[in-house]
């Protein structure tokens, strides 16, 4: 595997997982006695993680650019990991025309 190809998805997990800490300090200050668990903590930090990840690897497997550069850098990955959660968020919203993806669990037991 060459190094690059390491570097970005290290940078994408990273991105991921700094997402996924963003939104747990977020909920922990957002409500009034949060008991820290962690088990919940690490789970919901791998799985930010593998989200920013997959992310990254797509984009970089598609060959997209930006901002002209002709391959994709450890830097862009980290911000397309971390903008991953919100990427597979709006997807689902555009391709099952959902106002949210909270709804996911009542749409399938619709069906």
Do not use: W
Not at 55 to 68: A, R
């Amino acid at each position: 595997m060459e190094p690059i190809y390491l570097s970005i998805l290290v940078a994408g997990f990273g991105g991921g997982a700094v997402r996924g800490l963003v939104g747990f300090v977020k909920h922990q200050y957002s409500y009034k006695n949060v008991k820290f668990n962690l088990a919940y903590f690490l789970t919901m930090m791998f799985i930010s993680g593998v989200i920013g990840l997959l992310t990254s690897v797509t984009i970089k497997e598609l060959g997209m650019t930006f901002l002209g550069l002709s391959c994709l850098t450890p830097a862009l990955a980290f911000v397309i990991g971390y903008a991953g959660g919100d990427f597979l968020e709006n997807v689902y919203k555009t391709i099952l025309k959902k106002p949210s993806l909270y709804s996911f669990p009542k749409d399938m037991l619709k069906e």
